[in-house]
Nanobody, 121 residues
Framework: QEQLVESGGGLVQAGGSLRLSCVTS????????MGWFRQAPGKERDFVGV????????YYADSVKGRFTISRDNAKNTVYLRMNSLQPTDTGVYYC??????????????WGQGTQVTVSS
């Protein structure tokens, strides 16, 4: 069973940057994708972006496009979420999740435990 462990969250001032890491216990599979989600207090979990292992392509939510970048390091079984120009509205718990490409996020998905990101104004 796949296990995901996030790290890298913390407190940062508006305009600052953070890099989150998501380490996968079982490595990565070429037919899988890795997504990043976030959940602000009192709100639902929102999609942030996704990385496709088969071709390295990425897709981002409009709210983070141009500021956030997903990348991977195969040797370290790690996927990163680089976040620049952070704003208070980016505050929340950030989760990584992996699933087969083309399947729904609602089933068959492995989730990390989450890491808190707080952006102060």
């Amino acid at each position: 069973q796949e296990q995901l462990v996030e790290s890298g969250g913390g407190l940062v001032q508006a305009g600052g940057s953070l890099r989150l890491s998501c380490v996968t216990s079982g490595g990565t599979f070429s037919n899988y994708v890795m997504g990043w989600f976030r959940q602000a207090p009192g709100k639902e979990r929102d999609f942030v972006g996704v990385f496709r292992f088969s071709d390295g392509s990425t897709y981002y939510a409009d709210s983070v496009k141009g500021r956030f970048t997903i990348s991977r390091d195969n040797a370290k079984n790690t996927v990163y979420l680089r976040m620049n120009s952070l704003q208070p509205t980016d505050t929340g718990v950030y989760y990584c999740a992996t699933k087969p490409d083309g399947s729904s996020w609602s089933s068959g998905t492995y989730w990390g435990q989450g890491t808190q990101v707080t952006v102060s104004s």
